[in-house]
T-cell receptor
Framework: AQSVTQPDIHITVSEGASLELRCNYS??????LFWYVQSPGQGLQLLLK??????LVQGIKGFEAEFKRSQSSFNLRKPSVHWSDAAEYFC????????????????FGTGTRLTIIP | KAGVTQTPRYLIKTRGQQVTLSCSPI?????VSWYQQTPGQGLQFLFE???????NKGNFPGRFSGRQFSNSRSEMNVSTLELGDSALYLC????????????FGPGTRLTVL
């Protein structure tokens, strides 16, 4: 079964500083990879996703993520964080594709809570 | 276009009761998935419906069930509530052929006393 590890439970970053949130996955093939953000009391919003192709993926709100097959990683980055980026971030692995049709679901990591200090 | 809506947003029940949660997907979306989010277990997949049929199910007891109507709206039901069922229940919808991109609703916060 696939699994996702987010090793950092909580990260604190100064406003304007760069950010990198780590995500490692375990899966037998190249999975579909996602980053979601959840603000307090809200649902999940998709930031970006990777299926194939260019390993550097651009998302919304200035985020990007890089897929590294050799490291089984899909780390999320942002060059300069804003106070509004404070939220919880989830990495997820999806089982999609023609061969997996009918088995659509997401397996989430445990999340990383991001705190921004002025 | 309106997003995924979930009702009610908050719910308080007592042990042993049952509860029904509702999810209206984005217009045109026919796939609906449900997730449970708790501080201890994180986000866990419950089940997924498409065209009124359950296509996939997570590892939850039979007390958790769901259904989908012809208009793609979905409900989930939890019978004989336990304290551990207290959670945020999230619904997500997606387009046919684009099930990889799920759009989540704000969730229903269920508290079991």
């Amino acid at each position: 079964a696939q699994s996702v590890t987010q090793p950092d439970i909580h990260i604190t970053v100064s406003e304007g500083a760069s950010l990198e949130l780590r995500c490692n996955y375990s899966y037998g093939a190249t999975p579909y990879l996602f980053w979601y953000v959840q603000s307090p009391g809200q649902g999940l919003q998709l930031l970006l996703k990777y299926f194939s192709g260019d390993t550097l993926v651009q998302g919304i709100k200035g985020f990007e993520a890089e897929f590294k097959r050799s490291q089984s990683s899909f780390n999320l980055r942002k060059p300069s964080v804003h106070w509004s980026d404070a939220a919880e971030y989830f990495c997820a692995v999806g089982l999609y594709g023609i061969s997996n049709f009918g088995n659509e679901k997401l397996t989430f990591g445990t999340g990383t809570r991001l705190t921004i200090i002025p | 276009k309106a997003g995924v809506t979930q009702t009610p947003r908050y719910l308080i029940k007592t042990r042993g009761q049952q509860v029904t949660l509702s999810c209206s997907p984005i217009s045109g979306h026919r796939s609906v998935s449900w997730y449970q989010q708790t501080p201890g277990q994180g986000l866990q997949f419950l089940f997924e419906y498409f065209s009124e049929t359950q296509r996939n199910k997570g590892n939850f007891p039979g007390r958790f069930s769901g259904r989908q109507f012809s208009n793609s709206r979905s409900e989930m039901n939890v019978s004989t509530l336990e304290l551990g069922d207290s959670a945020l229940y999230l619904c997500a919808s997606s387009l046919v052929g684009a099930e990889d991109t799920q759009y989540f609703g704000p969730g229903t916060r269920l508290t079991v006393l």
